[in-house]
């Protein structure tokens, strides 16, 4: 149990579109999902937490505007990011939080890779 | 705020031989929740052990284990008769119980273990 899909793994878009990123819980509720990056040999940085029916929170430094993040179920959240730039590129993963239990562990998406030309 | 350091960038290991990964934090809460987590080259990020802050006895999961001190902040991972499948980079981090910063994961900079054979 405790599964966390992202879709598409990996993704090439031209400079200037905009490719969304979608996380799903695919075996329970998630209360909350987070949004990481990670650049190559780094560690991950939170860029946006979001629950469902409500605006994300993002992290100080993130352009709100430039990665759209959507919660639209308790299991599906939804990153976008618009007019996309070679600095965009990166790898993107997702986490859902579980609710309920005194820990409400955290799981994570297989991530996706994103390549800006 | 919170902050998670990890002093070691890279660290290596013979087969069956046992290795420590240091890792310090610092947060202004009481009650907080500690992880270690595994990065393979897959970039799928796996939990590798838990310890809540209240509790005095150090978490063990199989060949892993930690050393928790509280005092001190430092929550390092033992891994016992390392295997070649450990070989990863492997992440620290810290998840306050409460306050603001609820369920935030604050990620430590990260440490590639090379396993030897």
């Known amino acids: 149990g405790a599964v966390v899909s992202q879709h598409p793994s990996r993704v090439i878009c031209k400079s200037g579109t905009s490719v969304k990123i979608e996380c799903r819980s695919l075996d329970f509720q998630a209360t909350t999902m987070f949004w990481y990056r990670q650049f190559p040999k780094q560690s991950l940085m939170l860029m946006a937490t979001s629950n469902e029916g409500s605006k994300a929170t993002y992290e100080q430094g993130v352009e709100k505007d430039k990665f759209l993040i959507n919660h639209a179920s308790l299991t599906l959240s939804t990153l976008t990011v618009t007019s996309a730039h070679p600095e965009d590129s990166s790898f993107y993963i997702c986490?859902?939080?579980?609710?309920?239990?005194?820990?409400?562990?955290?799981?994570f998406g297989p991530g996706t890779r994103l390549t800006v030309l | 705020a919170q902050t998670v350091t990890q002093s070691q960038p890279e660290m290596s290991v013979q087969e069956a031989e046992t290795v420590t990964l240091s890792c310090t934090y610092d947060?202004?809460?009481?009650?907080?929740?500690l992880f270690w987590y595994k990065q393979p080259p897959s970039r799928q990020m796996i939990l590798v052990i838990r310890?809540?802050?209240?509790?005095?006895q150090n978490a063990t999961e199989n060949r892993f284990s930690v050393n928790f001190q509280k005092a001190a902040k430092s929550f390092s991972l033992k891994i016992s008769d390392s295997q070649l499948g450990d070989a990863a980079m492997y992440f620290c981090a810290l998840r306050n119980a409460g306050g603001t910063s609820y369920g935030k994961l604050t990620f430590g900079q990260g440490t590639i273990l090379t396993v030897h054979p």
């Open positions: 947060t202004s809460e009481s009650d907080y929740y």
């Open positions: 986490s859902a939080r579980r609710g309920g239990g005194q820990i409400n562990e955290q799981f």
């Open positions: 310890q809540e802050a209240y509790k005095q």
